[in-house]
């Protein structure tokens, strides 16, 4: 059975780094997209990070892009969310599913995690 397990969880100060890891289980990540989402209190889950596993194609959402880095370790079939320069808007719960290719609609991600506690504060 297909799994995606995030962890990484924390509490860091504005300006911080945070590294959050999805390890996948019961499939490999060849020939899969793992996208990364949040979804903070009273918010609707947004879209942050996909990678294509395959063709290590990469895109982020324009709130995180220059600040956040996707990437996988086939070895350890693990994809990876490195966050940098961490704002308060970043403080939400972080999910990892997967789909066939990021331009995949919303709905056909699956296999999602428990979701992350990620919480930027002073």
């Known amino acids: 059975q297909a799994r995606l397990v995030e962890s990484g969880r924390g509490l860091v100060q504005p300006g911080g780094s945070l590294k959050l890891s999805c390890a996948a289980s019961g499939f490999t990540l060849d020939s899969w997209a793992i996208g990364w989402f949040r979804q903070a209190p009273g918010k609707e889950r947004e879209g942050v990070s996909c990678?294509?596993?395959?063709?290590?194609?990469?895109n982020y959402a324009d709130s995180v892009r220059g600040r956040f880095t996707i990437s996988q370790d086939n070895a350890k079939n693990t994809v990876y969310l490195q966050m940098d320069s961490l704002k308060p808007d970043d403080t939400a719960v972080y999910f990892c599913?997967?789909?066939?290719?990021?331009?995949?609609?919303?709905?056909?991600?699956?296999?999602w995690g428990q979701g992350t506690q990620v919480t930027v504060s002073s």
């Open positions: 990678i294509d596993t395959s063709r290590r194609n990469t």
């Open positions: 599913a997967r789909a066939t290719s990021c331009a995949s609609p919303r709905a056909d991600f699956g296999s």
